[in-house]
């Protein structure tokens, strides 16, 4: 069995401000884990991921991320924010090995601010 | 260009008809899935399917039907739509057993779907 918990549906920001965005899961086995991003009547586009090897990635438009397993953690980071990443972000989860049963976290809204 | 694609983008319907979205991929993806998306609740898969011909429950499947009789392709059928299926639909495919670089999934952009 396998669950994400995303801390706080809703995010604020100023412009330039530091963006971090909390992802924590629980997993039977070793996870693939997932940061997607939607922005406004679009559908789901992945950011990052973390499959094996480095457990920092990054992603795109300057997302970053860590894979934390004492923590079992995968928390999103930005170091300075831009209004265009005002969207809603998930977490994911699936499996490592078996199939691709890939879940999410409710999703945080990012919201930037001048 | 790799993708999946959904149809139709926005459909308004009655309670009791009958109707289908489609989804289809090029990727030669075995495994898809659809999700419903509603506020505050994330995504949630309602069915998938590991190959043509097998399909199973997801975590939300009543009042929901699939068929995968190709490869390519993963419809959700509503036999009987009622006003709590009024939700954002997503289509998903990925490889089933993507190892690697290979493990995301696709989505498609969506059918927002409105049952009055």
């Known amino acids: 069995a396998q669950s994400v918990t995303q801390l706080g549906s809703h995010v604020s920001v100023s412009e330039g401000a530091l963006v971090l965005l909390r992802c924590n899961y629980s997993s039977s086995v070793p996870p693939y884990l997932f940061w997607y991003v939607q922005y406004p009547n679009q559908g789901l586009q992945l950011l990052l991921k973390y499959t094996t090897g480095a457990t920092l990635v990054k992603g795109i438009n300057g997302f970053e991320a860590e894979f934390k397993k004492s923590e079992t953690s995968f928390h999103l980071t930005k170091p300075s924010a831009h209004m265009s990443d005002a969207a809603e972000y998930f977490c994911a989860v699936r499996p490592s090995s078996g199939y691709s049963t890939l879940t999410f976290g409710k999703g945080t809204m990012l919201l930037v601010s001048p | 260009e790799a993708q999946v694609t959904q149809n139709p983008r926005y459909l308004i319907t009655v309670t009791g008809k009958k109707l289908t979205v489609t989804c289809s991929q090029n990727?030669?993806?075995?495994?898809m899935s659809w999700y419903r998306q509603d506020p505050g609740l994330g995504l949630r898969q309602i069915y998938y399917s590991m190959n043509v011909e097998v399909t199973d429950k997801g975590d939300v499947p009543e009042g929901y039907k699939v068929s995968r009789k190709e490869k390519r392709n993963f419809p959700l059928i509503l036999e009987s739509p009622s006003p709590n299926q009024t939700s954002l639909y997503f289509c998903?495919?990925?490889?089933?057993?993507?190892?690697?670089?290979?493990?995301?999934?696709?989505f498609g952009q969506g059918t927002r779907l409105t049952v009055v």
């Open positions: 998903a495919s990925s490889l089933s057993r993507g190892l690697g670089v290979n493990t995301e999934a696709f």
């Open positions: 990727m030669n993806h075995e495994y």
